[in-house]
């Protein structure tokens, strides 16, 4: 195999995630989140009642990230948090305000995802890698 660093799918990988959480970004700034906290507020709606370390694992999201996020939401009331039965953690749960922005934000989410899955639908490796590139170029 050629050493096609150009290839490389970490490289490749970052570079899409970074184009897609631009993308989402852009289009949820109307709404006042990002799509990290896009992404906080669908976890705490399907999955209430997690520690920040449960929820941090189960969103790939590091730690500090996302207690840094879960006090912007907070502090926005799209979030409020209450301490654990047990220990020095927190638990956050979805505001009436913060479910009205999900249900808002849902039908862009929905675009969204339909325009990713058509860009890498049922992808062999050169497709893939062709997808990963259109994406970062956004």
């Given at each position: 195999?050629?050493?096609?660093?150009?290839?490389?799918?970490?490289?490749?990988?970052?570079?899409?995630?970074?184009?897609?959480?631009?993308?989402?970004?852009?289009?949820?700034?109307?709404?006042?989140?990002?799509?990290?906290?896009?992404?906080?507020?669908?976890?705490?709606?399907?999955?209430?009642?997690?520690?920040?370390?449960?929820?941090?694992?189960?969103?790939?999201?590091?730690?500090?990230?996302?207690?840094?996020?879960?006090?912007?939401?907070?502090?926005?009331?799209?979030?409020?948090?209450?301490?654990?039965?047990?220990?020095?953690?927190?638990?956050?749960?979805?505001?009436?305000?913060?479910?009205?922005?999900?249900?808002?934000?849902?039908?862009e989410?929905?675009?969204?995802?339909?325009e990713?899955?058509?860009?890498?639908?049922?992808?062999?490796?050169?497709?893939?890698?062709?997808?990963?590139?259109?994406?970062?170029?956004?």
């Open positions: 195999m050629k050493d096609d660093f150009d290839l490389c799918m970490v490289l490749n990988t970052r570079m899409a995630a970074r184009a897609v959480t631009r993308r989402v970004d852009h289009k949820l700034r109307p709404y006042g989140v990002t799509g990290a906290q896009f992404t906080i507020l669908g976890s705490l709606r399907n999955h209430p009642g997690r520690s920040v370390t449960e929820m941090a694992e189960a969103i790939a999201m590091d730690r500090t990230t996302l207690s840094r996020n879960l006090a912007l939401l907070e502090r926005k009331r799209l979030v409020s948090a209450t301490p654990a039965a047990h220990g020095n953690g927190r638990i956050g749960a979805v505001t009436e305000a913060g479910r009205k922005v999900i249900d808002d934000l849902l039908p989410w929905r675009k969204a995802q339909a990713l899955r058509s860009l890498l639908s049922d992808p062999d490796f050169d497709t893939m890698i062709a997808g990963l590139r259109q994406l970062s170029r956004v």
